[in-house]
């Protein structure tokens, strides 16, 4: 006796959820999260609370960093037998310095289809009301928790005129503005505090400014850090002017791991010059006989 297929093709949904105001989010993430076999989400406790404030009854599976080597095969595994999965994060866009690489990664190599959903991002909300300029912005996620990899990372940062955006954890600000003031100057910067949340807070000045603000009154919660490009005029006193270019490069190359290109045209940036004039200068200081 023949049967008919009731065969489903199997589909990972990339879902936004809010990153904090539960009102912030679209109605077809509502009917995607309740229309999904399954919601694989970081923390089961933190994705029941949303659910259950929109009374969605779903089978939910964890998956975060330290089980994706495992559960990513599993859940395309699901997929390839029909299973529609629902991907979140404990707020707002899945994969953005959030888990779920892997996953969509393999998914695409098992040919299933990957369908994102937007929502709210902290980035986005962030750059939008913190004054700096936002035609084009850097996203550089978190900054390594170490002093010296945070240098320089921040050091090959430098040359960057776009509005640069990063995320911070509350007990490492204040060693992250530090590292800032010191390595890009003083530019003009945002704090953006629990954005969307109750408690909802933006810092507004220069980085020295922002530096004497969290002296006086520490900030607490989840952290975007903005930082804007140096004032032109601020620019030429940014570098040591005894210091010889050669030396300058020669000294990026060391600290920030750059090549000898990226260095150079760093150098340049800093000095307000072209990399051709950099060039050209750099010629005649290796060529200038030693005294």
Do not use: W
């Not at 990972?12 to 993430?29: F, Q």
């Not at 299973?83 to 892997?102: F, K, N, T």
């Not at 940062?157 to 600000?173: C, G, K, N, Q, W």
Request: one cysteine or more; charged letters at 25%.
């Amino acid at each position: 006796m023949e049967t008919q297929s009731n065969e489903r093709t199997g589909c990972l949904y990339l879902v936004a959820t809010p990153i904090g105001n539960l009102e912030d989010i679209t109605l077809r993430a509502l009917r995607i999260l309740k229309e999904a076999d399954q919601v694989a989400c970081e923390d089961t406790r933190h994705t029941q609370k949303l659910l259950n404030h929109y009374s969605i009854q779903k089978a939910l599976v964890s998956y975060h960093e330290h089980n994706e080597m495992t559960r990513a095969p599993e859940l395309v595994l699901a997929m390839e037998q029909g299973a529609q999965i629902a991907l979140v994060s404990d707020a707002g866009m899945p994969l953005v310095s959030d888990p779920g690489y892997r996953l969509v990664t393999l998914a695409l190599r098992h040919h299933l289809p990957v369908v994102p959903i937007p929502g709210p991002s902290a980035l986005l909300a962030a750059l939008s009301a913190s004054g700096l300029p936002n035609e084009e912005f850097l996203f550089a996620g978190f900054l390594p928790a170490r002093a010296g990899e945070r240098h320089r990372a921040l050091e090959r940062l430098r040359i960057e005129d776009r509005t640069i955006i990063f995320y911070e954890a509350p007990h490492r600000i204040e060693e992250t503005l530090a590292a800032a003031y010191e390595v890009l100057g003083n530019r003009p910067a945002c704090i953006a505090r629990e954005v969307t949340k109750l408690h909802e807070e933006f810092r507004r000045g220069t980085l020295s400014e922002l530096r004497a603000s969290l002296s006086e009154k520490p900030a607490r919660g989840e952290i975007t850090l903005l930082i804007g490009a140096v004032p032109p005029e601020d620019r030429a006193a940014q570098h040591d002017t005894s210091q010889s270019l050669a030396e300058r490069v020669d000294e990026l190359i060391r600290q920030a791991k750059l090549d000898r290109k990226e260095a150079l045209k760093l150098a340049a940036k800093e000095r307000g010059i072209t990399k051709r004039a950099a060039y050209q200068e750099l010629h005649l200081d290796l060529n200038e006989p030693q005294t």
